[in-house]
């Protein structure tokens, strides 16, 4: 959950001070280029070596056709995730061929709510959201059935509510410590 800390106060080091001459596109242009292309090159990996993973560990892979290997690779270079139902692996993951990818799904969410709400939030507010999210992580991690927050990288709803608290939270501290601590 570190690197949606450090993505927060990243992201508004980098872009909070160029709003004015920068667009939303541009923003989002810039993070695109910034992220893509290696969001690609680790889904074309995964494709490569899928079949390579075959084992007890992921009991799927030996039942899937190419077909079902190539549509789940374009998609993927898409980073849209995948349903449960197109699971190629036998984990549920939303990217299969790249598991940790799902954190940069998160990143993308996280890169569009800031360009559109989070950069414009004074401190005050920004803080109480981070209390607010700090809260909520406390509740689901306590709450949560295994006892934890690992998770995130599914559709299922639970993961889901597991994947945006351990983005939250982090990512908004982030930025509000990057914003009350401004080191030259």
Excluded: C
């Excluded at 993070?31 to 075959?54: C, D, E, S, V, W």
């Excluded at 030996?62 to 077909?67: L, S, W």
């Excluded at 549920?92 to 414009?120: C, Q, T």
């Excluded at 908004?172 to 914003?179: E, F």
């Amino acid at each position: 959950d570190f690197f949606f800390m450090l993505s927060g106060y990243v992201m508004a080091h980098a872009y909070d001070d160029r709003w004015g001459s920068m667009t939303i596109k541009d923003f989002f242009k810039r993070r695109l280029i910034r992220l893509h292309p290696l969001i690609i090159l680790g889904m074309t990996f995964g494709a490569i070596f899928f079949y390579y993973q075959q084992s007890a560990f992921f009991p799927k892979i030996a039942g899937t056709p190419v077909t079902s290997l190539i549509l789940v690779t374009l998609i993927g270079f898409t980073l849209i995730p995948i349903p449960p139902t197109m699971d190629i692996r036998g984990w549920n993951e939303m990217h299969p061929l790249n598991g940790p990818a799902w954190s940069l799904f998160f990143e993308y969410l996280a890169n569009i709510l800031h360009a559109f709400v989070l950069r414009k939030l004074p401190n005050l507010f920004l803080g109480l959201l981070v209390i607010l999210a700090g809260a909520n992580l406390y509740y689901v991690a306590i709450t949560s059935p295994s006892g934890d927050l690992i998770g995130g990288w599914s559709l299922e709803p639970q993961q889901l509510v597991i994947g945006f608290t351990r983005l939250l939270f982090p990512y908004m501290a982030g930025m509000l410590l990057r914003r009350l601590v401004k080191i030259q």
